[in-house]
């Protein structure tokens, strides 16, 4: 499992990792020895665990990758787009796009076809180079060049246009869009307002 691991390199017991953490260490041993499923547990000690250890929330529930991208678990969309709006606050704009260009994980996921989730971070790149008057990064410039077939909304807009109905919720939330988001058929329009 991917924390004995981290543990092992680290040169860190589970007990230390529950200190450091939060997360009690009857939890920790659980996930540890597979009685319990990491990526089954609450999205607060999958964030406690990953701030702990210094990697991703969605590199932490991967089992097993290919170049370094996660290939198992592949976590909803909404809980992708979630844990990339905390990365954004818990580092900063500058610092969360260094990390994300330095670990190339835009072309990662678009080499496996994880097509949303490429997008979806490099619509963000694009916004936060934009809001901090950056120079947009061109090495992905051929990924720029493509969208999705269809247009993916939060799940509250499907949400309410399910119980309504009514065509004109998902036009409003297309209009109010982010444009680096619209680009790629991903209608986004609020990223800075995470819990």
Same mark, same amino acid.
């Given at each position: 499992?991917?924390?004995?691991?981290?543990?092992a390199?680290?040169?860190? =017991?589970?007990?230390?990792?529950?200190?450091?953490?939060?997360?009690?260490?009857?939890?920790?041993?659980?996930?540890?020895?597979?009685?319990?499923?990491?990526?089954?547990?609450?999205?607060? =000690? !999958?964030?406690r665990?990953?701030?702990?250890?210094?990697i991703?929330?969605?590199?932490?529930?991967?089992?097993? =990758? !290919?170049n370094n991208?996660?290939?198992?678990?592949? %976590?909803?969309?909404?809980?992708?787009?979630?844990n990339?709006q905390?990365?954004?606050?818990?580092?900063?704009?500058?610092d969360?796009v260094?990390?994300?260009?330095?670990?190339?994980?835009?072309?990662?996921?678009?080499?496996?076809?994880?097509?949303?989730?490429?997008?979806?971070?490099?619509?963000?790149?694009?916004?936060?180079?934009?809001? /901090?008057?950056?120079?947009?990064?061109? /090495?992905? /410039?051929?990924?720029?060049? =493509?969208?999705?077939?269809?247009?993916?909304?939060?799940?509250?807009?499907?949400?309410?246009?399910?119980? %309504?109905?009514?065509?004109?919720?998902?036009?409003?939330?297309?209009?109010?869009?982010?444009?680096?988001?619209?680009?790629? /058929?991903?209608?986004?329009?609020?990223?800075?307002?995470? !819990?």
């Amino acid at each position: 499992m991917i924390i004995s691991e981290l543990l092992a390199k680290k040169n860190m =017991t589970p007990y230390r990792l529950s200190k450091l953490s939060g997360v009690p260490y009857t939890t920790l041993s659980d996930i540890i020895s597979n009685k319990a499923e990491l990526n089954k547990c609450s999205a607060e =000690t !999958v964030y406690r665990l990953s701030r702990a250890l210094e990697i991703p929330m969605e590199d932490l529930i991967a089992h097993k =990758t !290919v170049n370094n991208v996660p290939i198992e678990n592949r %976590q909803r969309f909404e809980t992708f787009k979630s844990n990339v709006q905390h990365r954004v606050k818990d580092a900063g704009d500058l610092d969360f796009v260094i990390e994300t260009i330095e670990s190339d994980r835009i072309r990662k996921y678009y080499n496996i076809q994880w097509y949303p989730e490429a997008l979806y971070l490099l619509a963000m790149i694009d916004y936060l180079c934009r809001e /901090n008057n950056l120079p947009i990064y061109q /090495n992905y /410039n051929d990924i720029r060049s =493509t969208k999705l077939k269809t247009p993916v909304f939060s799940s509250s807009i499907n949400a309410m246009f399910v119980a %309504q109905n009514d065509e004109q919720i998902k036009e409003k939330a297309a209009k109010q869009a982010i444009p680096e988001f619209l680009r790629f /058929n991903i209608i986004e329009s609020e990223v800075r307002n995470v !819990v």
